[in-house]
Antibody
């Protein structure tokens, strides 16, 4: 069974770049069968889709975040990474990575990691 | 403001049936894009409950069912149990080239 684990700094300063990694076990991030998504949830609020990474580097980002988001893969470590630049307090959230057989839903989720943007 | 609209809260007594609505528009649900539902228990990650409008992943009880009509979709839970108390989110795709979520509905089991 596939498992996903997010990791990265829990505290990021305003205007800096948030960097997170999702380590996948039980499946390959290079598989053409799945889409690897990032989704976030501000404390006490709802879910927001950030974007997805797919086979051979194809990506699709939320238009509202597109100018600040970069997703990539590290095949040697079977990881997907997320970078979000020029962060503000509004980017404080629990960040989830997730896998889906299609672009529009996810069947496996990581446990999430809280990132706080504060000086 | 979420693209998909859900009631903030619903409640029901054990054994009862409750429904949660998800209202969209002609650019998402009404454009024939599928609707999916997630259950989020307190302090945990969302769990896929219904996909492609009506399908249940393996392991999800048949007490949970989904439907879709026009620009709206619904999640129904029958035989309500205390363990069903959670937040529920609908999800779809929007022609603005983005995956979109509803604002979430908190289910309270009385």
């Amino acid at each position: 069974q596939v498992q996903l684990q997010e990791s990265g700094p829990g505290l990021v300063k305003p205007s800096e770049t948030l960097s997170l990694t999702c380590t996948v076990s039980g499946g390959l991030v290079t598989s053409s069968a799945y889409f690897w998504s990032w989704i976030r949830q501000p404390p006490g609020k709802g879910l927001e889709w950030i974007g997805y990474f797919y086979y051979r580097g194809r990506t699709n980002y939320n238009p509202s975040l597109k100018s600040r988001v970069t997703m990539s893969e590290d095949t040697s470590k079977n990881q997907i990474s997320l970078k979000l630049s020029s962060v503000t307090a509004a980017d404080t959230a629990v960040y989830y990575c997730a896998r889906g057989p299609r672009t529009d839903y996810a069947d496996y989720w990581g446990q999430g990691t809280l990132v706080t943007v504060s000086s | 403001q979420s693209v998909l609209t859900q009631p903030p809260s619903v409640s029901g007594a054990p054994g009862q049936r409750v429904t949660i609505s998800c209202t969209g528009s002609s650019s998402n649900i009404g454009a024939a894009y599928d609707v999916h539902w997630y259950q989020q228990l307190p302090g945990t990650a969302p769990k896929l409950l219904i996909y492609a409008n009506t399908k249940r992943p393996s392991g999800v009880p048949d007490r949970f069912s989904g439907s879709k009509s026009g620009t709206s979709a619904s999640l129904a839970i029958t035989g309500l149990q205390a363990e069903d108390e959670a937040d529920y989110y609908c999800q779809s795709y929007d022609s603005s080239l983005s995956v979109v979520f509803g604002g979430g509905t908190k289910l309270t089991v009385l």
